[in-house]
């Protein structure tokens, strides 16, 4: 394979464009044409050099860390399968680039498995070289006029077309239908384009041409729509290798090898760009002076280096380029140029291809060489054909070192040491040359004599694969839409929030009146938050949370020491009856004591008791209804201090000091307070949600005094009770609510808090999937049992690392297996549920600050907001989303949000304290 023949030569003297020094003789001639052919001579160990050189660079590439030098781009291009032959309708497919200055516009339809094959339709317009270099606009108006042409010609509709556009440039791509073209390569160089949006220039255009509205659904690298091309029943391809005017490949790569993915399963097909490969220390020794030559002359010099040793578009070139170099040094045509021959892009590869091919015979390559002006000695043919083989048997065989790497990479990337793949091939290199594939095939065997490769010609240039991918992202686009418009109501916008604070402010001033509303606006006879100067030891309980808690808070000068323990309330309890739970709470109390050796001790104790209560005094709550899953008999309407007062007496033997009883808010509002004087405000998001503040006394129509300030528990939870949210509720908030204990309240809270956000997302998915767009809608009867979608699975899908993975473990837990657009769009939907639920907390909480603000008529209010909640705490953005809504509404306002440490047992303990001093000062 390495050897070329010796060959004849003819003796010329003195005309114009002719060599001056002597002619050499003839067995000099064939050194010479010998010496300038064996520069195109690649040996096998050279091929390696760049197969492992080549795979090095992909590699590298794929793991992010792409070294420019010799950069291969390993572009992802977000088609996660091969066709699975589902795919049905008509498509308009646009190709621009695959075949140099021409573009070609085809109708595809497509039958899905079972129909019969229908031939697409097309129709090539050739692009005049002015749109090529010219401005990006001109270009993409000249593709929608030859759409419109094309369409024109056809039957069809003109509204509701759908186009995939077969783009044949390196582009990074951010979705099916968003690619930015990064570098134009082959005879293309418009300006304006390069680092811009392809899809949306197109789309500018077609509405420019305004004859159509076309929906571009779909971008793809022709590589990608020459695998997807693949003839049905022998493919499916997994690599597809184009080699037309330039030349590149893709292939299926693990997801989880490309680092720029967050993918762990599935696989994604990557464009290599392998035309830009140029790694000097290897290519360097392969490259000519005539390849130096033509890179000089291109449009894009120092770049697509391999390409231009390869490509159909540089072939011709690089044989004018040898050809003339002989000329002159009187080699060949009795040593005469002709202005054809010095003229760039004269020997087109068609040329080559001919001249080379032994079958076309000398003749036609005398024909070939005097069309270029050419007088061609007897010899001059044959020597001719030997540098056109040399040429194209070096194109073919760099190809095939290169398809050689991306088979290793294969090999490496399924752990697999023998590998049986089928390559779609794309390109009129492939469809007119049969010898390149035939050279191609030989090299791969003996770089890569563990793969066994079949070479599938792609159908129809691989409009076809583009059309498959059209209609792949028709189908995605199509669930996308829906999943817009199912998140729509999701989505609030500033004034939607703004009307949200503005109707709480409202509803809390007829709450402080006494008048109805959604906002009980409770007094809890806390007048001040701590001084710093309580003391002593204190029982505290803390129920309504996550966890029922018991401690013992020692408060010293040195601060506060706090011990607890966490006791479960089994549903049962919660939604037995009353005196069960309380005695459930009395006996939890007691084994606390006896672990902490308090047995006997009556220390005073502080109650956090997480649910509505109207206080009649510190000590006194009544419970209003019970929220959060809680449904204990008997206890509605009861002073819940009584409850647990009896409780305590049944349990003989035990002295307890019911101090106080405090709402969660209250206690988390004083447990901060202790660290932050200006923690005024109380704010829990959890399990439930509410919030209190310290308003004026003056403003608490419910309670004598106007001077000084007191604490107000809002139960903004059971905010819009009175329908005034029903415009923000969803039919997924009405699913929730209308499947809870307590339907019809709490409305604000089940929009909100950790009991019901995982419940809004399961109902969604539900709905998805009955539309489709989700698992492939296969409902599963895990998906449709109530709270199996935990709260918690928000915020671990959420979490900036890892997203796409946590979501397929936690469906695949649910017993679902999903796609990754599947996994995209449930994390989508976490996204919009649990945004709204921090925006509309955050237009309370702006509401309970600005009234601060204007209840001390102050320009600007710093103020400090004690937060705790599992929600709050735990929810990777919840936070930040609170903070950033509450900037956005109340920007009069420096609030500052503090996390509670020791939850609001402290808070109890403290409000205790505080009693007793009071108490103590009130006995002196
Ligand atoms: C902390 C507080 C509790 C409060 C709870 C709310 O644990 O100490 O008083 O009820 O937070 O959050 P959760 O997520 O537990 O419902
Ligand atoms: C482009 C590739 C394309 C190849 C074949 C190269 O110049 O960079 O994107 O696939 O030509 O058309
Ligand atoms: C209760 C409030 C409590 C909140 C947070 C709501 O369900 O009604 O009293 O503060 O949950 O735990």
Redesign the pocket.
């Known amino acids: 394979m390495d050897s070329i023949g010796s060959v004849g030569l003819r003796q010329r003297e003195g005309a114009p464009g002719c060599s001056q020094e002597g002619l050499p003789c003839p067995s000099d001639s064939s050194e010479l044409v010998l010496e300038c052919l064996q520069q195109f001579k690649v040996t096998k160990t050279q091929l390696r050099q760049i197969q492992a050189s080549l795979l090095g660079s992909m590699e590298q590439a794929l793991g992010g860390q792409a070294s420019p030098a010799s950069a291969v781009r390993m572009l992802p291009t977000y088609v996660g399968s091969t066709p699975h032959g589902t795919e049905q309708g008509d498509f308009v497919v646009l190709e621009l680039g695959a075949t140099g200055a021409s573009l070609r516009v085809l109708w595809v339809t497509l039958v899905g498995i079972e129909g019969h094959r229908m031939e697409p339709r097309s129709q090539e317009f050739v692009i005049p070289p002015e749109v090529m270099l010219g401005p990006g606009q001109q270009l993409f108006d000249f593709a929608a006029h030859c759409l419109s042409e094309f369409l024109d010609a056809l039957p069809v509709d003109k509204e509701g077309l759908q186009l995939g556009f077969s783009f044949s440039f390196p582009c990074h791509q951010t979705g099916l239908d968003r690619s930015t073209l990064i570098s134009w390569t082959k005879g293309f160089r418009c300006s304006g384009v390069e680092g811009h949006d392809v899809v949306q220039l197109l789309r500018d255009a077609i509405k420019r041409q305004g004859a159509y509205s076309i929906d571009v659904v779909a971008v793809v690298n022709d590589t990608v729509g020459t695998m997807m091309g693949c003839e049905p029943g022998v493919g499916p391809c997994e690599v597809g290798l184009v080699v037309d005017t330039g030349t590149n490949a893709c292939y299926m790569e693990e997801a989880r090898h490309v680092a720029v993915l967050d993918e762990d399963r599935g696989r994604v097909c990557v464009s290599v760009e392998w035309g830009s490969f140029s790694d000097d220390g290897v290519l360097g020794p392969v490259l000519t002076t005539f390849d130096h030559a033509l890179d000089r002359e291109s449009l894009n010099p120092g770049a697509q280096r391999f390409e231009k040793m390869i490509g159909g578009l540089y072939l011709g070139e690089l044989v004018r380029l040898v050809l003339a170099h002989l000329a002159q040094r009187g080699v060949l045509f009795g040593g005469c140029t002709s202005p054809a021959l010095l003229s760039h892009g004269s020997i087109l590869l068609e040329h080559v291809a001919e001249m080379k091919d032994p079958l076309a015979g000398a003749a036609r390559v005398h024909a070939i060489l005097r069309d270029l002006g050419l007088s061609v000695g007897a010899s001059d043919a044959e020597l001719v054909q030997y540098v056109c083989a040399a040429v194209f048997t070096r194109a073919a065989r760099l190809c095939a070192a290169a398809l050689a790497a991306v088979l290793a990479r294969l090999q490496h990337s399924r752990e697999q040491q023998v590998l049986q793949i089928a390559v779609a091939t794309g390109g009129r290199v492939f469809e007119r040359h049969p010898s390149f594939l035939s050279i191609l095939q030989e090299t791969v065997m003996l770089l890569a004599p563990e793969c066994d490769v079949s070479f599938i010609p792609s159908v129809d240039g691989g409009g076809q694969g583009v059309a498959m991918v059209t209609a792949v992202a028709a189908r995605l686009a199509a669930h996308r839409r829906l999943l817009e418009e199912t998140l729509a109501p999701f989505r609030l916008d500033h004034e939607q929030l703004a009307a949200v604070r503005a109707q709480m402010r409202e509803a809390m001033v007829k709450g402080l009146q006494g008048e109805a509303s959604s906002l009980r606006m409770l007094p809890t006879y806390v007048r001040a938050t701590p001084d710093g100067t309580e003391r002593g030891d204190f029982l505290a309980l803390d129920l309504?949370?996550t966890n029922f808690r018991v401690l013992l808070v020692r408060v010293t000068a040195g601060g506060v020491k706090i011990t607890s323990q966490v006791y479960s309330i089994p549903e049962y309890v919660a939604q037995g009856s009353g005196q069960q739970l309380f005695d459930h709470i009395v006996d939890c109390i007691v084994d606390f004591q006896q672990k902490q050796g308090l047995s006997g001790q009556s220390l005073p104790l502080g109650f956090t008791?997480?649910?509505?209560?109207r206080q009649l005094g510190l000590d006194q709550g009544i419970l209003l209804?019970w929220?959060?899953g809680f449904n204990a008999s008997d206890c509605e309407g009861q002073d819940v201090v009584c409850l647990l007062r009896e409780a305590i007496r049944r349990r003989q033997a035990v002295e307890l000091n019911v101090v106080a009883i405090v709402?969660?808010?209250v206690g988390t509002m004083m447990s901060c307070g202790y660290e932050d004087p200006r923690c005024e405000v109380g704010l829990?998001?959890?399990?439930?949600?509410?919030?209190?503040y310290m308003e004026e006394l003056q403003n608490v129509a419910t309670v004598p005094g106007d001077s000084g300030h007191m604490c107000i528990?809002m139960?903004w939870?059971?905010f819009g009770d009175d329908g005034s949210l029903d415009l923000l509720r969803t039919c997924f908030d009405a699913n929730v609510d209308q499947a809870s204990i307590n339907p019809g309240k709490?409305s604000f809270?089940k929009m909100i808090?950790g009991?019901y956000l995982g419940e809004i997302v399961r109902h969604i998915l539900l709905h998805l999937t009955s539309l489709g767009v989700l698992f492939r809608g296969q409902q599963t009867q895990r998906l449709q049992t109530r709270d199996i979608f935990k709260t918690k699975f928000l915020s671990e899908i959420e979490s900036d690392s890892l997203a796409l993975r946590q979501v397929r473990a936690i469906l695949e837990d649910l017993g679902l297996s999903l796609t990754s657009d599947d996994a995209l769009m449930v994390l989508e939907v976490c996204q919009a549920v649990s945004q709204r639920a921090a925006q509309l907390c955050g237009a309370g909480v702006a509401a309970v600050v600005e009234k601060i603000r204007e209840n001390r008529g102050l320009e600007e209010l710093t103020v400090s907001v004690g937060v705790d909640?599992t929600l709050y705490k735990l929810h990777p953005h919840f936070s930040s989303l609170v903070a950033a809504t509450v900037r956005e509404l109340a920007p009069r306002c420096v609030v500052t949000f503090l996390q509670s440490e020791d939850g609001s047992g402290k808070g109890a303990a403290l409000v205790t304290a505080v009693a007793c001093r009071l108490a103590q000062m009130a006995r002196v």
């Open positions: 309504g949370g008791f997480s649910f509505p209560c209804n929220t959060k709402n969660d808010t829990i998001v959890g399990t439930g949600t509410n919030a209190c528990n139960e939870g059971a709490q809270e808090s009991m909640g």
